[in-house]
C-alpha cells in the first residue's frame, strides 16, 4: 500500500474542489493508498508542509492554482529524497496543467494523479529560488499576485484582463544586459519571459512552437519598449495572434541566461511575487521534477529520439 500526502488550496479558482473532495479521496484510497489530508492554512503553508513532512510517502499530490504547485514543487527541491508529484488544478488559468494535458475534469485529473506515470520534466532555477514553468519581468507579470482571491473566484481569468488593463497608460520600461550561450543583448525592454510551457496567461501560442518539456532548454521571450503607441499596438496585435515580429521582440532558447539591471526589478515566479533583483541568473534543472501525467500523453511531451543530436 503507497503512502499518499494530499495538500490541496481551499481558496483557489471557484471553490470547485470542495463538492468533489469525497470523490477525489475514493479515487485515491481505491488505489491501493493510504492518504494523509491536508488543507493550506495560508500563503507558502503548502511549501512548509512539504519540506517538513516526516512520513514516508510515495508521492505527494497537490491541488490548487500555479501557485500552490510552485510551493510543492519548491518544497520537494528542498528535500534529500524526492517523490513523484501528482496535480489535480483548480486555479484560475492552469498554464502549466494544460500545457502537459491535465484534465480541467477534477475526478480526471486525480485519477492520473494517483494512477499515472512520473513524467521526468524541466524545472528551473532563478538564483536561489525554483520556478516550474514561467519566470517574468515587467508588463502585466504582477497581475496574478496583486489580483484578491475574491475577485479571481467571482471573475475567472476576466479578473486578470480588468486589473491588467489599469497598467497600459503608465509602461515601465528597464535597461538590461541579457547573456547567454556567449550571446549579449542590451536594450531597453517592457517584458519579458523564460517559459517552459506551451500557454501564458491561459493564451497559447505566445512562446513559440515545439515546445517540449525535458529537453533542457527554455523558451525566452524579450519584448522591446515602443517607441509609440503605434508600436504598442503592433505588439499587442502580434502578441494576439501569436505571430513574432523581430522588429519588437527577441526569441530564443537557452539553458542558461543572466540578466543584469542597474535598477532592482519585479519578477513574478509561476504567477507569485518573486522579489526584485538586479542581477538574476537562471538555469534549466533538466528532468529533476516527476510529475504524473497520463502515459498516452507522454509522446507530445518530450523529446522524440530521432530529434536527438
Not at 491536508?38 to 497537490?62: G, N, R
Not at 486555479?91 to 480541467?104: Q, V, Y
Not at 508600436?231 to 513574432?244: G, K, M, P, R, T
Request: hydrophobic share 40%.
Amino acid at each position: 500500500m503507497r503512502k499518499v500526502l494530499f495538500v490541496y488550496n481551499p481558496n483557489a479558482g471557484t471553490g470547485l474542489l470542495k463538492p468533489k473532495l469525497s470523490d477525489i479521496l475514493d479515487i485515491i484510497v481505491k488505489a491501493d493508498c493510504e492518504v494523509t489530508v491536508y488543507p493550506t492554512q495560508c500563503y507558502h503553508d503548502a511549501l512548509k508542509k512539504v519540506t517538513s513532512f516526516t512520513d514516508p510517502y510515495d508521492l505527494v499530490i497537490c491541488s490548487g492554482g500555479d501557485g500552490t504547485l510552485d510551493e510543492t514543487v519548491t518544497g520537494m527541491h528542498m528535500r534529500e529524497k524526492r517523490v513523484p508529484i501528482g496535480y489535480i488544478p483548480t486555479g484560475t488559468t492552469n498554464d502549466f496543467a494544460s500545457s502537459l494535458h491535465i484534465s480541467k475534469d477534477l475526478l480526471e485529473a486525480a485519477d492520473v494523479a494517483v494512477n499515472g506515470v512520473p513524467f521526468p520534466c524541466d524545472v528551473g532555477s532563478f538564483n536561489e529560488d525554483t520556478f516550474v514553468y514561467i519566470a517574468a519581468f515587467g508588463l502585466f507579470t504582477d497581475v496574478s499576485y496583486q489580483t484578491k482571491q475574491e475577485m479571481k473566484n467571482v471573475f475567472g481569468h476576466l479578473a486578470y484582463i480588468l486589473e491588467g488593463s489599469k497598467r497600459l497608460f503608465n509602461i515601465p520600461s528597464y535597461r538590461i544586459k541579457v547573456t547567454h550561450d556567449d550571446q549579449v543583448i542590451e536594450e531597453e525592454f517592457i517584458y519579458g519571459m523564460v517559459t517552459n510551457s506551451r500557454s501564458v496567461g491561459g493564451f497559447r501560442g505566445m512562446i513559440g512552437k515545439n515546445v517540449v518539456f525535458d529537453d533542457g532548454e527554455f523558451e525566452v521571450t524579450l519584448i522591446k519598449m515602443p517607441k509609440n503607441p503605434i508600436e504598442l499596438n503592433d505588439i499587442v496585435a502580434a502578441l494576439l495572434i501569436s505571430q513574432f515580429d523581430s522588429k519588437f521582440m527577441y526569441s530564443f532558447k537557452a539553458s542558461s541566461i543572466c540578466f543584469e539591471s542597474v535598477e532592482e526589478i519585479p519578477w513574478t515566479l509561476d504567477g507569485e511575487f518573486g522579489g526584485e533583483h538586479d542581477m538574476v541568473q537562471i538555469h534549466n534543472r533538466k528532468q529533476e521534477l516527476e510529475i504524473m501525467v497520463d502515459p498516452k500523453n507522454i509522446s507530445k511531451l518530450t523529446v522524440k529520439q530521432e530529434q536527438l543530436p
